[in-house]
């Protein structure tokens, strides 16, 4: 007798020990959208991020390493709009993973949930790095940002319909906590001058708080500044306040010569944010970015 309490005894405590549901696999190309998937997705999915918050996601190559963390994903969520474009694709022929291809539930298009600005630019590689489907570095926005969240808990639980309410409540919760700074980030930025970006990706943030976006160093997307373009940004906006702003990625050189010519400040502000850290690296990114543009002092 004491033998078989024993046993289910153990057999309890191994049911106990056990997750209610499996994990979701989820796989996110960049480490904004792998932030998103782990603030929504919480204890109910499990996580690997292909591009590292440091890395510009224009410019990586297929890996193996990407291949095998695609094969056994069970939702890829990408940026979309032709970020990914250069490496993505290849890394899903090698994972042979039919769940997460284009059209299945297992493929999230975050660029699909959002309006994007620039759409219909040439698709004419020749002109640099550009996205005819539109502007994907709209993570910046956080009205955008919280949107594709709502829109990737609907997806959650179309893929874990048991966890439906919990990924619509941290969605919900991720978005009202936005709300609540979004008024503080707007009267921060009232009357910035406005600022010279390396790459068009802060446009949209720059667009919904107002903030002017006076130049880009790249002369077309994806090309590195010339000499030239240096000196035509600099008649443009000579006598002008404004403050010029890179990441760590890009050459401090242009924006550096740039800032000392016009007698203005050349800021280093990340580009992405660390996917590891919940829904406060998110804030602190948009908090540096606010800090940046704020002040030309």
Not at 204 to 211: D, Q, S
Request: hydrophobic share 45%; aromatic share 6%.
């Amino acid at each position: 007798m004491r033998r078989i309490l024993k046993q289910a005894t153990l057999s309890l405590a191994l049911l106990l020990s056990l997750p209610a549901a499996a994990q979701l696999r989820v796989v996110a190309s960049t480490s904004d959208m792998g932030l998103l998937a782990a603030e929504i997705g919480g204890e109910r999915v499990s996580l690997e991020v292909l591009a590292p918050a440091d890395r510009d996601p224009h410019y990586l190559v297929a890996r193996p390493g990407m291949m095998r963390a695609l094969r056994g994903a069970d939702l890829l969520i990408h940026t979309g709009a032709g970020l990914e474009q250069g490496w993505l694709p290849a890394a899903m022929d090698g994972a042979a993973n039919p769940a997460i291809r284009e059209g299945r539930a297992g493929n999230f298009n975050a660029s699909a949930q959002v309006s994007l600005r620039d759409v219909g630019v040439a698709a004419d590689r020749a002109l640099g790095d550009v996205h005819p489907e539109g502007n994907p570095h709209f993570s910046l926005d956080p009205l955008r940002y919280a949107r594709v969240a709502e829109a990737l808990a609907a997806r959650l639980a179309t893929l874990d319909a048991q966890g439906a309410e919990y990924y619509l409540a941290r969605a919900e919760a991720f978005k009202q906590a936005l709300a609540q700074r979004l008024p503080r980030w707007r009267e921060a930025l009232q009357g910035a001058p406005g600022a010279v970006l390396y790459h068009k990706n802060a446009d949209y943030l720059l667009a919904r708080f107002e903030v002017p976006l006076l130049g880009l160093l790249e002369p077309v997307p994806g090309v590195p500044p010339t000499g030239r373009h240096l000196r035509e940004l600099i008649d443009a906006l000579r006598g002008r306040d404004g403050v010029v702003l890179y990441h760590g990625y890009q050459s401090p050189a242009a924006p550096q010569r740039l800032a000392r010519a016009l007698g203005w400040d050349a800021r280093e502000v990340p580009a992405y944010p660390p996917a590891d850290e919940g829904a406060q690296a998110y804030f602190r990114l948009i908090d540096q970015w606010v800090r940046a543009l704020g002040s030309t002092e």
